[in-house]
C-alpha cells in the first residue's frame, strides 16, 4: 500500500485548503483511509476518516461541521483517493496533515497518537494564520 498525499498550504483564518491522498495497492479496498494531524510539541490526533464497511465519514468533534471529506477511485479498484476539504479553518488547525490507512476501524479514529496504525503517507503542512 502506498500513500500519496498532496494539498496544503497557508491560508488566513476562515479560509479554506483542500488535501487529497491517493492510496494504491493490491490490497487497497481492505483498508480503512483517514487523515491524523499532528501540532508542534502535540501527539497526533485524529482528524477524519472514511468507513470501508458503511462508507461514510466519520470527523472529530475538533473538525466537525467544518471538515467535509469525498472519496472516489480514479484508478478503479486499485485504487482509492480521499480528499479532505476544510472550511472556515482556525490558526488551531495549524499542523502537519497525514494521511493514514489502518485495518482497523478502532485504530483509525481511536488510536493514541495513531499507534498501530499500518501506513502513513508523507506529511503535508497545513498553516493558518490569525
Known amino acids: 500500500v502506498q500513500l500519496q498525499a498532496s494539498g496544503g498550504g497557508v491560508v488566513q483564518a476562515g479560509g479554506s485548503l483542500r488535501l487529497s491522498c491517493t492510496a494504491s495497492?493490491?490490497?487497497?479496498?481492505?483498508?480503512?483511509l483517514g487523515w491524523w494531524r499532528q501540532a508542534p510539541g502535540e501527539d497526533r490526533e485524529f482528524v477524519a476518516a472514511?468507513?470501508?464497511?458503511?462508507?461514510?465519514?466519520?470527523?472529530?468533534?475538533t473538525v466537525k461541521g467544518r471538515f467535509a471529506l469525498y472519496e472516489d477511485h480514479p484508478e478503479g479498484d486499485l485504487e482509492d483517493r480521499i480528499s479532505l476539504e476544510m472550511n472556515n479553518l482556525k490558526p488551531e488547525d495549524t499542523a502537519v496533515y497525514f494521511c493514514?490507512?489502518?485495518?482497523?476501524?478502532?485504530?483509525?479514529?481511536?488510536?493514541?497518537?495513531?499507534?498501530?496504525?499500518?501506513?502513513w503517507g508523507k506529511g503535508t503542512q497545513v498553516t493558518v494564520s490569525s
Open positions: 493514514a490507512a489502518s485495518k482497523l476501524w478502532h485504530t483509525m479514529v481511536v488510536a493514541r497518537g495513531g499507534d498501530g496504525m499500518d501506513f
Open positions: 472514511v468507513s470501508r464497511g458503511n462508507k461514510q465519514p466519520y470527523y472529530s468533534d
Open positions: 495497492g493490491r490490497t487497497i479496498s481492505t483498508y480503512h
